[in-house]
Structure formats: C-alpha cells, structure tokens
C-alpha cells in the first residue's frame, strides 16, 4: 500500500482477544446490533479489554468533485458559491466529458443524477452549468482536508480521490472524546464549504467503508466489526465492476455476505488482493499506511547592511541563512531537492540562482560548497541589498546508518555530491554517463546515460550477459569521432602516410527506416607512425574512405 | 568518521603494511613485462600516474583497459571511473568489450580538466581517475599529486611527450612511443623502481575475430 520510499506504519497487534472468524458459518445475528445503541460504545467508558491500539477517523467527501471547484471559486471572487446563477454538474473534458460526475442538490431536485448523459441532464433543466473536473484541485482539496486534520492528531494517511484518514487514538482524552473530536472535526470542514461523511474504527479500510456507506459509526472495539460491517453495501469497496457483478449475481450484496464465502473459494475465484483486503477492513491483517507530509516551504529573508558587491563576502553572509535553513530542515526530518535564491540590488532586477541536489540534501556544508561554486559563475550586476531564499518542496530527509567498515557506502554516497558539484561549476550537460544501445550503427550504438548509483553487482553481472548477445564480435575502437572524418587518397587511402589495412572488411548496413540509413565496409588500419584507426569505405553512391574511430 | 577513513589518513602508518619504500602492492597492470618493472608489481593505487604520449591511439588507453576492467570486476571497492575532459567521446561497446562496467562510467567535459580532476579525486567516489589535461604550472600538478596520494584510487593524466623534460611530483611517469614491432613503454620515474624502457608488442591489437 504505501510507496517505496514513505515510511511504514508500524504493525501493530490490533487486539488481545481473537475476533470470531467469520468463515466459520454461524447463524445470523439479529439486526439490532448495528443499531444505534452500540454507538454509545465511543463515548461510553473505555472498555479494558478490547479497545484496539489504534482508531482511525476517516473523513470522506462524496462530493468532492464539486467542492474542489466550489472552493476555488470562493478564494478567487469571495463569493459563496459559483452556483447561484443556476444548477451545477461536473463532467471529465479530459475523458469526452459525456457523462455526469456529480451534480449539486439543485441539479439533484430536477431529477438529474451523476451517471447520467449530459445531454439527456440538458433535456432536463436546459439551464444547467456545466463545468469540468480538475484534478490538481482535487488533490489540493484532499491537502487542505489534511492541512486541518494535523490539528488533531499527527498521523494521517491521504486516501485518494476523496478519503483522509487521521489516527486519533491518542487524541482523544485530549479532545474529549471520540463524539467531541468527530464534532469538533465536522465545524472546521462544514466551514471550509465541505460535507463530510466521519467514520471511526480501529482500521483504517473499514473506516473508510463506513464513511463511504454514510454510516457515521464511531467503533473502539475490532471484534465489534465484523458484525457492524455485515450490512455495509460492497460498493463501498471499490471492486473491479467485474467482480462485484459476479458476486451480485452469487446474492452477495453487502460485506456480511462476502464474510460468509468459504475463506479459501474466496480467494481462489476472485484475486486474492481482496480477500487480503477484507481481512484488513476487519482488523485481522496489517494495513500499513503512508503517513502525510505537509508540502512545506521555508522561505528566510536577510537584508544587508552595508551592501555587499563581492561573492565570497556573500558567501559569508549567506552562512548563517544556510545554518538556519538546516536548523529547520532538521527539525522537520525533512531535506530539500532544490532552493532559490534571490539577490535583491537596489536598481538592477533581483538576481535568482536556482541549486539543484543530485540527492535531498539536509546539511549546510554541502549546500554551502554548491553555492560557492555557483556564486563564483555569477556576475553581480550591483551591489546586493538583501538576500532571499526559498527552499524547494521538503522532502523527507533519509539517512544513512553508520557503519564502521562501510566504504562502498560511502562510494555509493558520495557520487551524487561529486556530480552536483562538477554541475554546478561545468553546467549539467558536461556531466553524463555511457548507456548501451541494441544497434548496428556505430555511431548509434551508445548515448550519453543518466548517472545513477550502480546496480549490485549480481545485477549487473546479468546485465552484461543479457549485453554480449548484442556485442558485435568484431574489433571496436575505444574513441569514436562525432563525425566521420574524410580520408585523402583510394587504395590505401591516407592519414599521414598510406595505411596499412590489418583487418576487415566488415559490412555494416542497417537504418534505412529512419532515414540515416548508412551502408560502409569498416577495416582495421595502421598508420606508419602505429596509430591503430578505424575507417570505412562509403558503399553508397558518393563513396571515399572516412576515418571513424581510434583505437587507443 | 569510520575507522576505515581514519586508517587512510596519510600521517597513519601501519606496521604490518608494507610502507610506500618498502614497495605497497600495486594494481597489476595486465602485461607482465611492465608488471616486472614497476616497484608494487602494478600501478601504484595511491599518488599520480602521467602517461606521456604525444598522438592519441597508440595505445595508451589499452595499456589502461585491463586495469579498468579489474576495478569494475571488484565487487567490493568498485567506485566509478571518471574521465575527464577526454579527447574525442569514449565508446562505450568498445568498453564494454573489454569487461568495463559502462554503468560506472562518468564523461565529464571540463575545460579546467585540473579542477574536475582533484574533484574527483578528493571525493572517495572514484575507482580510477582519468584526465587529459597539459597542466602547464607545478602548482596545479603539485596539488593533483596531493589529492592522488590521499585517495584511494587510480589516477592518470594523460600529457604531452614535451612535457615530460619538465619536473613533475608524479609517483610515476612512463613514455608512450609506438615503433615498427609495436608499444614501447619508457619508465622515465617511478618511485621506489628503475627507469627502464619495455617493449609490449602490439597490444590490444588482438581482435576476437581474429581469436576465434
């Protein structure tokens, strides 16, 4: 579940006692026991025995669609709603925009559904506002749901497209109970113009599923959710379309359903992702969950007193600037991939030097060492008055483990800072790799490869074996000329005095598709002074020997 | 800091090493006729290397290739070779013909090929370091020569034969000539060894064509 690279939750045991297995087929329990009497289980006193280590609150918007873009509207005009001229649906532009994906209460009142055709939504209320999806502000939205949700606990978990989770266990003494945190939760979304669903258990997905189903539980206990889930409708679950027809047409409807199909049947029949999902809904399988990281910026301003016109004096200012940007880098266990820096003069427009990081960096020698490179490129046109920087998007900052005997860590590490220094004085493209390509053309059978860290040796052992199938067998100098380079002379021809021809020909003949199709007989050749090149005889109409390559 | 960079400090001399007179085991070069004339039976893997040739070609880079692919082969100490500045663009299929891990390659075109150089060098990032670069002031070749002995890594600069009447703080300096019956490499220093001249044939003139 969570991307490479974000930390794991911690699983954590979710309670002492088993829950009932509920592939054990057992008769039915009544329905009251999703009434509203357990509710009270929340805020009730806590009972010792079973309440989870964890509770996770999740808050769904099912009209996200239609926030997102109502809250753009507030913050650009001040006004409520862009709506009051008329109804509101949302269709995708992106995807044909031929059907409905939400539509406001206003549409909803004249019969119009999301689903529907947009233009059968038209033949109903012919004054209907039409607007398109966004998903960057779809994302934003879900970012300002999480941005008020760190009010109240510390560890939240986005759910895409419309889904936040915030494990709250911990906050709840704090706030007063699960009621007066979902309570005091629902003002501050309700005020940001948005309607959400809150749903509290100790796993996250069965939280979601509830919020989904607009069943606003509020469960401590995990045996309690196996029975709370039972009615909840398996649309909830997001399922292939498949798979939930083919379970429709089994007459299993709702998760009760589902939980009574033989475990193994289960699994065998449909993809074994949703088994292993229904087990996490019911808190019986870890669901790890990426933890969300407010996208920060640190942004520090200095101003100069008396001006500075000379780099390495700025450099020095700029050393505590840097020394505070780390302090609150640290802090954060967050490093940066980028920075700007702005030079303020008093007439000439600012100066901007943008840094690049090969790698995060969170320390201020090796961000001081680039910046002195660069500052050493960079002319001031006048004198700087005040300095701003502003750090790129935060990252989260990884360290290394120490290690007592590590060298080949510290090779491995210490690449990206040799690369980004040589760039930041020489530009980025003085700087590449070599990369192999599959092609009988020379010229074309490499270009310049990214740099990253080796693959463990094991890797690139099968690399090269993979390689050698596509490795001509024929000699190949070590430097190959950009461009071939035009021989006097026919028979032998002549660089610096006649060739002696010592191998060859070999014919290549290849890229007659993409129109630098190439037809040359390569030979071995050696000068009278022991130059070993590379040239060829042109086949096609022109003809004329070229020098290609040096052996060296 | 690890123990394993403090042991590297240059001031630090361990007993039950051979000391730099005492001959330090070198990188075998591949060819055991210049294996023989060198002090630690190879390539010293600390301090600087000149190859002095004035015509790219006549082997210079062969008499490399084997030392190369032994330093990518290392599963260890494998670090990247970087070249730097170099006179026409490396191919990479030759190279990796020859056992070189292309993935470890770094080209870097720097026309102050001294400073990209002692970069490399000073990073600990680098298996061997290969620059071209005529280092015309002591000043420059003084502090490279630093930056080599400090590091543990192969480095070579490639420069002119004229070059090499000039004194130079090289740990070792050989001649390149290519004559009628092939290379003929001229010690012309080599600390701690003898200045002798070699004959290693025509090397890497071999193809596997002509192999098979």
């Known amino acids: ?552 | 800091m690890s123990l394993d960079e403090l042991l590297r400090h240059p001031a630090l001399w361990r007993a039950r090493e051979p000391g730099e007179a005492a001959g330090r085991p070198g990188l075998p070069t591949g060819f055991a006729a210049l294996d023989r004339c060198l002090p630690g039976s190879g390539w010293p893997s600390r301090g600087l290397v000149e190859i002095l040739a004035d015509r790219t070609g006549i082997g210079e880079l062969s008499l490399l290739l084997p030392v190369l692919a032994r330093l990518c082969a290392g599963e260890h100490e494998a670090g990247w070779l970087a070249w730097i500045s170099p006179p026409h663009p490396p191919y990479a299929p030759a190279l990796a013909a020859c056992g070189i891990d292309i993935g470890r390659i770094l080209v870097v075109r720097a026309p102050p090929a001294e400073w990209a150089m002692e970069q490399a060098l000073r990073s600990g990032a680098c298996s061997a370091v290969l620059g071209w670069a005529a280092c015309r002031d002591r000043q420059s070749l003084r502090r490279l020569q630093l930056a080599a002995e400090q590091s543990d890594c192969l480095a070579v600069l490639f420069r002119r034969l004229r070059d090499g009447t000039e004194p130079s703080p090289a740990v070792l300096r050989i001649a390149l000539a290519s004559g009628r019956d092939g290379l003929e490499v001229r010690i012309l220093k080599s600390r701690g060894g003898r200045a002798v001249s070699v004959r290693l044939g025509w090397i890497g003139a071999t193809s596997p064509a002509q192999a098979h």
């Open chain 1, 1 to 552: 579940m969570a991307p490479p690279g974000q930390p794991r939750v911690p699983d954590v045991p979710l309670s002492d006692t088993p829950a009932p297995d509920p592939s054990v087929r057992r008769p039915p329990r009544p329905q009251t026991a999703s009434g509203g009497g357990r509710r009270r289980d929340a805020d009730g006193p806590a009972v010792a025995t079973a309440v989870a280590r964890e509770l996770w609150l999740a808050v769904h918007l099912p009209h996200y669609l239609l926030e997102s873009l109502q809250m753009r509207a507030t913050i650009a005009d001040g006004s409520a709603m862009p709506g009051e001229a008329g109804p509101v649906v949302v269709v995708d532009f992106a995807r044909g925009g031929k059907t409905l994906c939400d539509c406001d209460p206003r549409a909803a009142a004249s019969g119009i559904v999301p689903g529907m055709a947009l233009n059968s939504a038209l033949a109903l209320e012919p004054g209907l506002r039409v607007v398109s999806r966004e998903p960057r502000r779809e994302r934003a939205l879900l970012d300002a749901v999480a941005a008020v949700a760190q009010e109240f606990t510390p560890r939240i978990s986005l759910a895409p497209p419309d889904g936040v989770l915030l494990e709250v266990r911990g906050s709840l003494r704090l706030f007063g109970g699960a009621r007066s945190l979902c309570d005091r939760l629902r003002e501050r979304l309700q005020a940001l113009g948005l309607d959400p669903r809150l749903a509290l258990t100790p796993a996250p997905l069965a939280s979601l599923w509830f919020a989904r189903a607009g069943s606003e539980v509020a469960l401590r206990r995990p045996d309690a959710l196996p029975v709370r889930l039972a009615p909840v409708p398996l649309t909830v679950t997001r399922w292939p379309a498949r798979t939930l027809q083919a379970l429709a047409t089994l007459g299993v409807r709702a998760v009760g359903d589902c939980l009574r199909l033989p475990r193994d049947g289960f699994a065998r029949r449909f993809e074994p992702r949703l088994r292993l999902e229904l087990d996490r809904a019911l808190g019986r399988a870890p669901d790890p969950r990426a933890n969300f990281i407010a996208a920060e910026r640190c942004v520090l301003r200095r101003d100069l007193e008396p001006e500075i016109a000379d780099t390495g004096r700025l450099r020095q200012a700029l050393e505590p600037l840097l020394a505070e940007l780390c302090t609150y880098l640290q802090g954060r266990g967050a490093a940066v991939e980028s920075l700007e820096l702005r030079l303020l003069h008093r007439e000439a427009p600012e100066t901007r030097l943008r840094l690049r990081f090969a790698a995060p960096v969170a320390v201020a020698g090796r961000i001081a060492l680039l910046l002195q490179e660069r500052l050493a490129r960079t002319d001031l046109p006048e004198p700087v008055r005040a300095v701003r920087l502003r750090s790129g998007a935060l990252v989260e900052a990884r360290e290394e483990a120490g290690d007592l005997f590590a060298r080949d860590r510290r090779r491995a590490a210490a690449v990206p800072q040799l690369v980004e220094r040589l760039r930041a004085r020489l530009g980025a493209e003085a700087v590449h790799g070599l990369c192999l390509v599959p092609e009988h053309r020379p010229e074309a059978a490499q270009k310049n490869g990214n740099l990253l860290v080796p693959a463990p040796a094991s890797a690139r052992a099968q690399a090269n074996s993979e390689e050698s199938g596509a490795r001509p067998l024929a000699p190949r100098p070590v430097w190959l000329l950009a461009v071939p380079q035009p021989l006097e002379g026919d028979d032998p021809p002549r660089y610096e005095g006649p060739l002696e021809l010592e191998d060859g020909p070999e014919r290549i003949e290849s890229g007659w598709w993409d129109g630098s199709d190439v037809r040359r007989d390569y030979y071995v050749a050696r000068t009278p002074a022991g130059v070993r090149l590379w040239i060829f005889r042109e086949r096609r109409a022109a003809g004329g020997w070229f020098l290609h390559g040096v052996f060296g």
